[in-house]
């Protein structure tokens, strides 16, 4: 194993290690001596990997949104109808669901508030996250529309925004109540109107 390879090992170490630390307590509740006590790493050493908290934030946000991304596309990759595609992601949000689901783990949820208040680049970072997985969405209802297994949609962006905007709040929802209703209902809603004819 090469000197490079094992710095790149131990920075995804410190990202994951720290994502579980923010995930429980907040970006601004973990400081660098707290994430390093973690990972067992010298207290001078988090600056040979990252110039600053700021700079940490923006790794593992980035990192973050690289790894949904690509479980969403690997959600999507097997075979079915693109209505399949878009079940097997809304059932995803469905297996995740109970004391440590999507909403305990999803940064969006645990960060966006803080840190589009904190930090201009990690916001950017996020938003910028959701609006790929957006036009993922969106390609998929148009891909639905022209096979005939999603009903059309005039402007599937707007569609697919307001659908990720529905599953998000119904896993806040599901999180507060203990509770997979709401997320059960956001299944039932979603269903319900890529189905309907115009």
């Given at each position: 194993?090469?000197?490079h390879?094992?710095?790149?090992?131990?920075?995804?170490?410190?990202?994951?290690?720290?994502?579980?630390?923010?995930?429980?307590?907040?970006?601004?509740?973990v400081?660098?001596?707290?994430?390093?006590?973690?990972?067992?790493?010298?207290?001078?050493?988090?600056?040979?990997?990252?110039?600053?908290?700021?700079?940490?934030?923006?790794?593992?946000?980035?990192?973050?949104?690289?790894?949904?991304?690509?479980?969403?596309?690997?959600?999507?990759?097997?075979?079915?109808?693109?209505?399949?595609?878009?079940?097997?992601?809304?059932?995803?949000?469905?297996?995740?669901?109970?004391?440590?689901?999507?909403?305990?783990?999803?940064?969006?949820?645990?960060?966006?508030?803080?840190?589009?208040?904190?930090?201009?680049?990690?916001?950017?970072?996020?938003?910028?996250?959701?609006?790929?997985?957006?036009?993922?969405?969106?390609?998929?209802?148009?891909?639905?529309?022209?096979?005939?297994?999603?009903?059309?949609?005039?402007?599937p962006?707007?569609?697919?925004?307001?659908?990720?905007?529905?599953?998000?709040?119904?896993?806040?929802?599901?999180?507060?109540?203990?509770?997979?209703?709401?997320?059960?209902?956001?299944?039932?809603?979603?269903?319900d109107?890529?189905?309907?004819?115009s």
């Amino acid at each position: 194993m090469t000197e490079h390879s094992k710095s790149d090992l131990k920075r995804l170490h410190i990202l994951e290690t720290g994502r579980a630390l923010v995930v429980r307590h907040g970006f601004g509740g973990v400081g660098i001596a707290r994430i390093l006590k973690e990972c067992g790493i010298p207290k001078g050493s988090f600056y040979y990997y990252f110039e600053s908290k700021e700079d940490f934030g923006k790794a593992l946000l980035d990192h973050y949104v690289e790894t949904y991304l690509a479980r969403f596309d690997t959600l999507i990759a097997g075979p079915g109808a693109a209505r399949d595609k878009l079940d097997r992601f809304w059932q995803a949000w469905l297996a995740q669901a109970g004391a440590e689901g999507i909403a305990s783990q999803c940064l969006v949820v645990k960060l966006g508030a803080e840190v589009a208040d904190l930090s201009d680049d990690m916001r950017l970072i996020l938003d910028t996250g959701i609006s790929e997985l957006v036009r993922r969405i969106a390609d998929l209802l148009r891909a639905g529309a022209e096979e005939g297994s999603i009903r059309r949609f005039d402007a599937p962006e707007a569609v697919a925004r307001m659908l990720y905007a529905k599953w998000l709040g119904a896993a806040i929802l599901a999180k507060l109540a203990r509770s997979q209703a709401p997320l059960q209902q956001a299944l039932a809603e979603t269903t319900d109107q890529l189905s309907r004819t115009s």
